[in-house]
Nanobody
Framework: QLQLVESGGGLVQPGGSLRLSCAAS????????IGWFRQAPGKEREGVGC????????NYADSVKGRFTIARDNAKNTVYLEIASLKPEDTAVYYC???????????????????WGQGTQVTVSS
């Protein structure tokens, strides 16, 4: 059973940066596409990006392109979300989600991810 645990959130000043981690257990990430999502208070959950199992493909929401970077280290069974130039509107709970797949190149935020972490809070405020 794949389990995902996010970490790395916290309180950051505008303009700062963070690196969130999504650590997997129970299954190798070699066959898992990972999506990152966020949900701000009173808003719907939105996808911010994804990475294919091989790491060869990434996609980002237009709202975060150029500031968010997703990378993975399958040897460490961990996927990372690096956020630069943080803005107050980035404040949200950030989740990683996984889909076990045989496709090494698939990366879509619309995939039916069926494994979810518990989320990590990111607050951007001065």
């Amino acid at each position: 059973q794949l389990q995902l645990v996010e970490s790395g959130g916290g309180l950051v000043q505008p303009g700062g940066s963070l690196r969130l981690s999504c650590a997997a257990s129970g299954f190798t990430l070699d066959y898992v596409a990972i999506g990152w999502f966020r949900q701000a208070p009173g808003k719907e959950r939105e996808g911010v990006g994804c990475i294919s199992p091989s790491g060869s493909n990434t996609n980002y929401a237009d709202s975060v392109k150029g500031r968010f970077t997703i990378a993975r280290d399958n040897a460490k069974n961990t996927v990372y979300l690096e956020i630069a130039s943080l803005k107050p509107e980035d404040t949200a709970v950030y989740y990683c989600a996984g889909l076990i797949t045989g496709s090494q190149a698939i990366c879509l935020m619309t995939l039916q991810y069926n494994y979810w972490g518990q989320g990590t809070q990111v607050t951007v405020s001065s």
